[in-house]
């Protein structure tokens, strides 16, 4: 297998790894909130090589929209420059595999609750195992969330808003790590690298009706 450098900047999380022949040879990983852009080069130069690979994978979200546009960003100069090959994943297929890598109650289901904007959580259902999506990727209201799920245990970013907003449950908070994506299964990887945002951008276009008088 050859070197693979993984990118994670979707989430409050920088953190990239690389792998030679699919052993962990440099990681860096901190809940940094912000400053990726100004973090993940460096962070990547830091590592064997300047982090130099002949894959590159990079979460294209959804999450923060400044962070996966700076992940993808990266990722795709990198493989440009290095004539890498380029995949992508979605930060919550990840977040559900390092959840079923948990040592755990025995549960029909994984629930993940990612943050994200105007008071809404990413969220999406997969099996027991993370290996099969239960749900479609959305975005909704917390007060509406809380609602509607009722399993015991949510992992991810946004757990405690949502445990706390239905008022029961367990919330354990994971960050995506880039040196775990080893337990992604393959077949939640994908070719294309663009931006998987989850909902519509804050700021629309103007609509106009007509020419300028």
Do not use: C
Request: charged letters at 20%; aromatic letters at 6%.
């Amino acid at each position: 297998m050859a070197r693979l450098l993984i990118i994670e900047t979707a989430t409050e999380a920088l953190s990239t790894a690389l792998f030679d022949d699919g052993r962990l040879v440099a990681r860096h990983h901190e809940v940094a909130g912000r400053g990726h852009a100004e973090k993940l080069i460096p962070a990547i130069a830091n590592m064997p090589d300047g982090g130099h690979a002949a894959e590159i994978w990079v979460d294209r979200g959804p999450g923060s929209f400044t962070g996966v546009r700076i992940g993808i960003a990266a990722a795709r100069g990198l493989a440009y420059a290095w004539g890498a090959q380029l995949r992508s994943y979605s930060s919550l297929p990840l977040v559900a595999a390092m959840a079923a890598d948990k040592p755990a109650a025995a549960q029909k289901e994984i629930v993940i609750a990612m943050t994200g904007g105007h008071g809404e959580l990413f969220w999406q259902r997969f099996d027991a195992e993370a290996r099969n999506v239960l749900s479609p990727l959305t975005s909704t209201p917390t007060g509406e969330l809380a609602r509607l799920i009722e399993t015991p245990t949510i992992y991810g970013t946004g757990a405690q808003t949502l445990v706390d907003a239905r008022g029961f449950g367990t919330a354990v908070e994971i960050h995506p790590d880039a040196s775990l994506t080893p337990l992604l299964p393959l077949s939640f990887l994908g070719d294309d690298p663009a931006p998987l945002y989850g909902r519509d951008a804050d700021a629309k276009p103007a609509h106009t009706t007509g020419a300028p008088s």
